[in-house]
């Protein structure tokens, strides 16, 4: 039987763009899902670019602004 080698999800690899589509599709597509781990890493990805806040914040997954 042969085994297929995966090569591990790397959030930097993409492009914002594509980034935030993983994100908006994961939540209720029969496509690709993210698992957790996938999926923080795709959220912190975006942080750190600084792309797509707003997005990030109206989905919960990244903690509201401090006033």
């Known amino acids: ?23 908006l599709d994961d939540r209720g597509s029969d496509r690709l ?9 795709v959220v912190s990805e975006l942080a750190s670019r600084r792309h797509y806040l707003r997005e990030l914040r109206q989905r919960g997954l990244l903690a509201p602004r401090a006033s």
């Open 1 to 23: 039987m042969t085994q297929i080698k995966r090569e591990p999800f790397n959030a930097r690899d993409f492009s914002s763009r594509k980034l935030i589509e993983l994100v």
């Open 33 to 41: 899902t993210l698992d957790q781990e996938a999926l923080d890493s």
